[in-house]
């Protein structure tokens, strides 16, 4: 079996080779793989960038692709945080939306079917479809029954094809299979999972495998059974999201909550700030009471409860600087 390290460094030179060749760099994280499959399998060229970008072109057509794993609980694509100008904006006359399945009951997962609904027919169904929703995230899910009664498009399979991302894709799932062989942790190329084991490597902690669920409450342990929460970003600063006091409250769980700041080219941590729940809850609650109210006395309301807290920030509410 090959070391840690050995895996890391193939991991790099993929990512760097992919990045020289195509222009997309970061191809780990927040489920960029499935993008590189389904771009793939259906001939289109993958778009440099991730959130707030198209996925990927034809010609002159872009694509926006959403899709939901065979695993998941939520068999459905999600839209999140819409408004009327994310609305208005699918209006492009060269935009294709891809409503993609992900078999990920077996290795290495396929892309196997799919929807394809123009922008302006996805425009129309959230135009309406959105009216009646009064959650304040703004969250939609539209399922392929839907897509089929409501706008009319059906299903399509894929045809399976060696693409243009093939070779990449192999040498991805062969290393990647041998990351969660060697750390016991399944799924590290799905959301930003891989990073959290990158970040538990320096700390000699062990990333919990679970998804969901009581038993996947929280992100790694050390060996002596002390739970840990992680925050993982690009930069020195650090985003907790959907910190209602149910999530605060699980906070207190844990012996630390551990900030990471990680260099993704590279797949190095370049920044740990350790904190104990017993100082960060009370600053996180304070500052996201004090967005509510301001918001509320603007005559608006908060549809996320998300605070952002840099290094300053964590070093002045207690955190320690421990790389």
């Known amino acids: 079996m090959k070391s840690y390290e050995e895996i890391l460094s193939s991991l790099r030179e993929i990512q760097i080779g992919f990045e020289e060749k195509y222009g997309v760099n970061d191809i780990f994280s927040n489920s960029k793989i499935y993008e590189i499959q389904i771009a793939n399998s259906l001939g289109h060229d993958l778009i440099p960038g991730h959130s707030g970008s198209r996925d990927a072109k034809k010609g002159v057509t872009e694509f926006e692709y ?65 009216k009646a929703i009064k959650n304040n995230r703004k969250m939609i899910n539209v399922s392929g ?59 000699n902690h062990q990333v919990n495998g679970e998804q969901g669920g009581r038993a996947g409450a929280h992100d790694a342990s050390d060996e002596d059974g002390n739970w840990y929460e992680y925050k993982v970003a690009k930069g020195d600063s650090w985003n907790f999201q959907d910190i209602s006091d149910a999530v605060l409250t699980k906070y207190y769980e844990t012996a ?68």
């Open 66 to 130: 959403k899709h939901f794993k065979e695993t998941s609980s939520n068999h459905s694509w999600t839209f999140n945080d819409y408004s009327e100008t994310t609305i208005a904006k699918l209006k492009d006359s060269n935009l294709v939306l891809i409503f993609a399945h992900v078999n990920d009951s077996q290795k290495p997962s396929i892309f196997d079917w799919y929807y394809e609904v123009s922008g302006f027919q996805m425009h129309q169904y959230l135009k309406e479809y959105t």
């Open 256 to 323: 630390e909550v551990i900030c990471a700041t990680v260099d993704k080219s590279n797949f190095n941590v370049t920044r740990i700030i350790s904190i104990s729940p017993e100082k960060l809850v009370p600053v996180l609650r304070k500052l996201r009471d004090e967005k509510k109210d301001k918001l509320n006395k603007s005559g608006l309301e908060m549809r996320r409860s998300q605070i952002s807290l840099g290094k300053r920030a964590l070093i002045e509410a207690g955190g320690k600087l421990v790389v």
């Open 145 to 203: 029954n839907q897509i089929e009664s409501r706008i009319g498009e059906k299903l399509k399979r894929v045809s399976r094809i060696e693409g243009r991302y093939e070779e990449w894709l192999n040498q991805i799932f062969e290393v990647t299979d041998e990351l969660e062989n060697l750390t016991g942790v399944p799924g590290v190329i799905t959301s930003n999972k891989i990073w959290e084991v990158v970040v538990a490597a320096t700390l």
